[in-house]
């Protein structure tokens, strides 16, 4: 059974800093990619950034290129999201997700590319 479990969410203040985590099993981890993505409530989810387990590949929306940055573990199956200079926007629920897709490209930040996801962590940024 394929498991996406996040951590690491919580209230911080704005120009803060957040690191999450999200613990993988039951799929071939190098097979697969992370994604993050973010759902504000009675908005469309939207991708933050995707690492390719194989070799390392990543792609940023622009909304966080410069701030975020996702990066794997593949001995623990286990992809973070670094995340710096925290803004109240970036408030919201925080998924990870996992596929068979190359993180080349905006599709892979296509929440419809993804069929395994986790339960999300709230991430709350004050101003």
């Known amino acids: 059974e394929v498991q996406l479990v996040e951590s690491g969410g919580g209230l911080v203040q704005a120009g803060g800093s957040l690191r999450l985590s999200c613990a993988t099993s039951?799929?071939?981890?190098?097979?697969?990619?992370i994604a993050w993505f973010r759902q504000v409530p009675g908005e469309e989810r939207e991708g933050v950034s995707c690492i390719s387990s194989s070799d390392g590949s990543t792609f940023y929306a622009d909304s966080v290129k410069g701030r975020f940055t996702i990066s794997s573990d593949n001995a623990k199956n286990t992809v973070s999201l670094q995340m710096n200079s925290l803004k109240p926007e970036d408030t919201a629920v925080y998924y990870c997700?996992?596929?068979?897709?190359?993180?080349?490209?905006?599709?892979?930040?296509?929440?419809?590319?993804?069929?395994?996801w986790g339960q999300g962590t709230q991430v709350t940024v004050s101003s």
């Open positions: 997700a996992a596929d068979a897709v190359s993180c080349t490209g905006s599709y892979s930040l296509w929440q419809y590319e993804y069929d395994y």
């Open positions: 039951g799929f071939t981890f190098d097979d697969y990619a």
